[in-house]
């Protein structure tokens, strides 16, 4: 069966940083794309980052490039997120998710498995 587990989200100062942690069972990150959104209150879910080992590829979205860092630990089954310089606008529930594929996608609806989301609140 496969499962996405997400953790590390919680309650930090603008400015402050935290890691999200994603582990998966039930089959191997390596095979598959897997991707972090998040969901802000009253607004669609969009993609943060991407991260595939098939095919070497880390993608983020323009508003957290240079704050988010993606990164995989094969042997823990486990994907992360460190997201430092939180901002406000990064509040949100935070999920991370099994692509249908190898490669990166910024579609949810090409993602099949999802976590149960974690909720990341940024106060100001």
């Known amino acids: 069966e496969v499962q996405l587990v997400e953790s590390g989200g919680g309650l930090v100062q603008a400015g402050g940083s935290l890691r999200l942690s994603c582990a998966a069972s039930?089959?191997?990150?390596?095979?598959?794309?897997i991707g972090w959104f998040r969901q802000a209150p009253g607004k669609e879910r969009e993609a943060v980052s991407c991260?595939?080992?098939?095919?070497?590829?880390?993608n983020y979205r323009d508003h957290v490039k240079g704050r988010f860092t993606i990164s995989s630990d094969n042997a823990k089954n486990t994907v992360y997120l460190q997201m430092n310089s939180l901002r406000p606008e990064d509040t949100g529930v935070y999920y991370c998710?099994?692509?249908?594929?190898?490669?990166?996608?910024?579609?949810?609806?090409?993602?099949?498995?999802w976590g149960q989301g974690t909720q990341v609140t940024v106060s100001s």
């Open positions: 039930g089959f191997t990150i390596d095979d598959y794309a």
């Open positions: 991260i595939s080992s098939s095919d070497a590829t880390i």
């Open positions: 998710a099994m692509g249908q594929y190898y490669y990166c996608s910024g579609y949810h609806d090409e993602y099949d498995y």
